[in-house]
């Protein structure tokens, strides 16, 4: 069994990754990829384990991914992932794929196939980061290598992270702790770690487009389209079935809940490695 490195993951062509997450999650929103229900066991420490598997034949791959959360006082929690890659047609593992880069990669990738799917991207917007965290850290820059952002608009608790946003993001940028820095983003993506409300689609743009990484919990959706990922067996999803153009492309404000489709970790294998054929 072949296990990839993080420097063999970071070398992956970005396009072709988010094409494979946007082609994955059509396939789901058709019924042509299946994946079983996100399989979560929580810990009293407030951290949980989960599993994951999904299987897309178009793409010739299936996977089950485990992964864990351990959390800290200061925020500062630890995840892990595992993901375990098979031939489509069935048989053992053949890849494996340690470490967070890879979930972090497939959820910048599938957060930028959506956006282009609403078409909400494409015209040089005023982007809104809620956290600066890894995840908001790794979309920023696959968004900047492959689309025109007109400025940027960052929230966080800490001087700290909006101090390293500064540093990683360029162009017109504006940084602050209150929400109101989002005011006037056209798309906003959220990835606070937040257990509570502390955002509000109210305060945005009647067009503006909320992605949310993290869970609901953090926001307060109101007068807005809700669409979500969270697919069970029957019902793919809001996300899959606009993702496989069934139904109308949502106007207006719209908030899109993207926990995470198993499918996704499926595109990332093979953007990675292609046909199961091909790899070693």
Request: aromatic residues 4%; hydrophobic residues 45%.
């Amino acid at each position: 069994m072949r296990e990839l490195s993080d420097r063999e993951v970071a070398a992956i062509d970005t396009r072709a990754l988010i094409d494979a997450c946007a082609g994955a999650l059509a396939a789901l929103g058709r019924g042509d990829a299946i994946q079983a229900e996100k399989q979560l066991l929580p810990t009293p420490d407030g951290g949980f384990f989960l599993s994951i598997s999904a299987v897309v034949p178009e793409l010739g791959w299936a996977i089950t991914k485990w992964g864990s959360y351990v959390p800290a006082a200061d925020g500062s929690g630890r995840s892990s992932s595992t993901i375990l890659a098979s031939p489509a047609t069935g048989g053992a593992p053949t890849a494996m794929l340690r470490g967070m880069l890879p979930t972090r990669l497939r959820t910048a990738a599938s957060a930028l196939a959506l956006l282009e799917a609403l078409g909400r991207i494409d015209r040089g917007a005023t982007v809104g980061l809620a956290g600066f965290g890894p995840t908001n850290a790794h979309i920023a820059e696959m968004l900047a290598s492959t689309h025109r952002v007109r400025s940027w608009r960052v929230l966080a608790r800490a001087t700290a992270t909006l101090d390293r946003a500064s540093e990683a993001l360029s162009g017109q940028l504006t940084t602050g702790t209150d929400a109101a820095v989002l005011a006037d983003a056209d798309v906003v993506i959220s990835a606070t770690g937040a257990t509570a409300p502390i955002l509000s689609t109210a305060l945005l743009r009647d067009d503006a487009t909320v992605l949310c990484l993290e869970g609901r919990a953090a926001w307060d959706v109101r007068d807005a389209v809700d669409l979500d990922d969270h697919s069970v067996p029957g019902d793919p999803g809001g996300i899959a079935r606009l993702m496989a153009g069934l139904g109308t492309v949502p106007t207006g404000r719209v908030f899109l809940d993207q926990a995470g489709s198993a499918v996704t970790d499926v595109a990332l294998v093979s953007a990675l490695l292609g046909a199961p054929g091909a790899a070693r």
